[in-house]
């Protein structure tokens, strides 16, 4: 930690600050500069009781932190990129762009089986779709819950897909887990730490999606709630920040593939969906987080977008999603993936 | 709803628009313009399907929604302020502006009975402190659990206030109810759907911050899940929204309070303290917040910040809160409020 | 500026980068911590060569500047409060809040007249008007030019009321000083750092407002623009930034009025006007602003808003602004102003 | 225009406000619903006034705009690409992805020069550099002016590459038409719209940057401002937007790709070391552009930039640079580019 004084501090503040840090268990080590004094205090910042309490003193202007706040996550702690290998054999963190794909929702067996066929027939290799559904309003549809779950069980035995879907409560985890491959938490509940424990304790892979307003380092925490619980089954999935712009429903920060890549050893998901809100731009989106060294794509796919249940205007047909796998290739091939 | 077709959209593709919006339910009437056709859809929004998805089919441009989401906690819905009476008969929406005040976290019996009996001194009617607390980092303290409760129960006999404390997991719904006669949904929960429904469902009053990047209208939606599940006593309470600016923790929009005013009738509540991030910004926060309205106040006091176990930047110490109590009464008498 | 080595920086590299830091003119100190080596390097950063370009050193892991970049602006270097003084004698940043009221556009000299009069009858002492308007369109309505600020000009003469109007142009900076007592600078412009030269250099005060995405810091050292091309007449004025709320126009950030009272000795002005972009919001905003310690109000006024040619739903009707002067004067006295 | 009445307006009312459209030469036409009136106004809304003002009406709920507002950079007016050819014959927006390369300031002749031949040898065909330089801080360099203008004009005629210069002042808009073949107008400039005239009367191609708070319709109307100068050598550059987040300087927002492609006919720059602020982040950013359809990149090089007199941190070495030219080959190829 680096504790800046304010300009005219006097000796007998600047020792009461020394004290202090002594005291808090780090060493102190003041450096008098024209306009201020600084001090370094040395210690495991990750250890020890945080200094940034020390702002309340009025001769403390401020506190920086010097180390990254997560372990466990980060690349210093594992230089080698982690792999998730699924049932079906499919490995997350490899060679292979995974493409994960299906409905928003999962509505009825017609149409998930439909698009199941689709998308494997298509390349992909998870069945995503959603059986609890976060909604902004009690009103909207919340998902057909257990039979939802069992629908996806039965995709999965015809179609050899994985399975990745979202939990949403505590009390479901085991239940989700029951049938999911991979457990998905939603933008809404990236920061709702009860979840992710419990979706770890589940042992399950954890699919961490980033939250509307939340930082890097902020989400590489949120993570370590996943690893520090004994589950090495993480990967980050970037489905765009919300910001002042309006033309798209969120702002898809595609910086965070180079980003990810570099602070921690765990796979990097893109969602175009989500982050663009429309399905004619999710193709674009997807080309370039491929050239950008992504690990797996999430994507939106629905038999009929304009009869769904939810967000129907930033889901592919079938018919545009296999015409996506077909156009990704050369950009996988480019950066050297599958 | 209104339905915008592209410009050169051809006769045939209008009657397909307008057959889909029969389909679900509303009934179109066409407008032709000079540059494109408009489409009104007349039905109630919030019982029949959502036209969103029509925004699937090419030769739509847009649709964009002309009702408001939210139904109960609009001020449609009940023209006259709600107000919630806490059990030591203080009253939230009504004539005196509450005051909530007490420790970001709940320490030790110590720390919580000093400021428990100053706060109570200095006109405080309700007192805060985290017993569960969210943090960024698995690594940091987090809360003493029903220990602080049961801590916070004591203080409350010997006190007289009122006791309000935040609620981070469905599974703790009923314990913490149990001692708590205000339940606090933070900004990192404000969109866990689950949790408001636990929480609703308690019968505990409950206090709904805003999320970090939630839009007004969420936020009443959310607040939606509150009274859907029959528990009338909801209050919101903004607490800074995360933007661009780094000089605070937050930026606290005090234009919430005349918004929720007129939109809801339920009461508002300010948290200046998480909102400025810095002890000395908290008392102009609260000036304004009095002038304009607000219903109650939600402070963090702490007898020795620079020791506190969390955010002790932004906790005021027992003289600067009753300094700051003196302060306001002439701001809230100017307001016509006590 | 503190330097952070990487984790694994062998001594070679340190030494190198200690090397810079003396040829950049600064002394460094090194600190050896548990992770990595932190440097201190001790000069003024506001006189050398910024030491942030170190980051193009791949051992280097961050540098953080330590001293804040802005001089004349600050209250360190002026500890009282700057005020200044109109021709008709009123005095901005002293003991009266200072109201500036009058149309978004001059349309026609009845609309200015008509306006000019009532505002100072309900005791506005200056009066705001653009001539020259920055429109995000090139269709709409650009002002009316000259000819607006002889309108002005003849109003001041009428009421006594001084004279506030935006400078868009570095070329038509000396005009309109001929025309205006204080030139505003719009927040598209505020950092057009020519338009503030050109601003300070007529000698008139200069109404900075702060850009839709600026830090403080950066509004700050805009300022600084001013100031060190000898115009001491610097006064900030917070109108709102963009967020991702839509709900108003955009977010008021009413915390900028301590702020700035801590920071700088210049006054600071609040423009509820276009924060709130709803003239139904503006009374709660300057009862608000009023509490909080702001210098003056910048408001919107219009005899009949739904007719005017720019911003009508945020402009006040003539009723409005006299009952707004009524009800502003409990606030005022509260916070000890008149 | 929509406009929605509130939901108890009466038939009076209802009357006023369709008199009032009327009036302003739109055709009104009313839908009434089942909870509120919406009417139609039938007319051009970028030749009319603005109908807006009527939210100053209380029985007025909102006015929702139908149209878009920009009308010569959309796709409508022009549906085939535009292209904009350059003295050296290099054409920007057809087949090839045209890399502009140099630093971020001109600092010398030898500084220049080297990184000239480098990045003309690696495959560059614009040489950029600044030479009057936009800083937030008034005691940071501001460029050598006309004489780095000098420099680049001779290095144009040593390696055949042409210039690209940022134009920081109306009043030099003559000036740097003299020596540089693109003006590049600054973010922070974008709604700067007298120099936008400005930059547009000069007849030389106008790569305009996204300011740091813009919405994507607000930058294609300040594009409006060139093109209705009678200059058609348009192209929009995305350079990041500002946000939360604080690991990168600014959110690149590749999407403005694929939505600029779709709402323009302009050419679209990708300017990926403005929006990382770190060299190590730009050669992902730029093979993601080129994958996604960009027209030209925008790449900051400096033979030192440890060095560098502004902006180091986010500077590639010459040789970085090569190696990024031979690494997008592929992804070009991929995209049907060269």
Not at 23 to 31: F, V
Not at 49 to 56: G, I, V
Not at 193 to 205: V, Y
Request: net charge positive.
């Amino acid at each position: 930690m680096i504790i800046v004084l304010r300009p005219k501090a006097s000796k007998k503040e600047e020792s009461a600050v020394l004290a202090e840090i002594r005291r808090l268990g780090y060493r102190p080590h003041a450096m008098r500069g024209v306009a201020r004094t600084v001090i370094g205090a040395i210690g495991d910042e990750r250890t020890h009781h945080t200094l940034e309490t020390l702002t309340a003193l009025p001769q403390v202007e401020s506190v920086m932190p010097i180390q990254k706040r997560f372990k466990l996550v980060s690349r210093e702690a594992h230089p080698a990129n982690s792999t998730i290998t699924l049932p079906n054999g499919c490995v997350i963190g490899g060679k292979e762009i995974v493409v994960m794909a299906g409905p928003c929702s999962v509505e009825s067996e017609k149409q998930l089986m439909i698009t199941a066929e689709a998308v494997a027939k298509a390349g992909a290799k998870v069945l995503r779709g959603g059986a609890f559904k976060p909604r902004t309003s009690p009103y909207e549809f919340q998902g057909l819950g257990e039979k939802g779950l069992k629908l996806l069980a039965k995709a999965r035995k015809q179609t050899g897909l994985s399975i990745i879907t979202e939990l949403l409560s505590e009390d479901h985890a085991e239940m989700v887990a029951e049938y999911a491959d991979v457990l998905q938490i939603g933008t809404r509940n990236a920061q709702n730490f009860q979840l992710l424990i419990a979706a770890a304790k589940t042992g399950k892979p954890v699919l961490l999606k980033r939250g509307l307003a939340m930082k890097i380092e902020e989400w590489l925490l949120a993570g370590e709630y996943i690893l520090s619980n004994n589950n090495p089954g993480l990967m980050f999935c970037e489905r765009g920040i919300r910001t002042f712009e309006t033309y798209t429903r969120n702002t898809l920060d595609l910086s965070t593939i180079p980003i990810i890549k570099k602070e921690s050893h765990c796979p990097i998901v893109i969602d175009p969906s989500q982050g663009a809100g429309r399905a004619d731009l999710v193709v674009a989106m997807c080309k370039g987080a491929a050239a950008m060294g992504v690990d797996a794509l999430l994507i939106e796919v629905h038999p009929n977008p304009k009869e769904a249940w939810s967000d129907g205007a930033q889901q592919l047909t079938l018919e545009g999603f296999a015409q996506l796998m077909r156009d990704l290739k050369p950009f996988a091939a480019a950066a050297g993936r599958s």
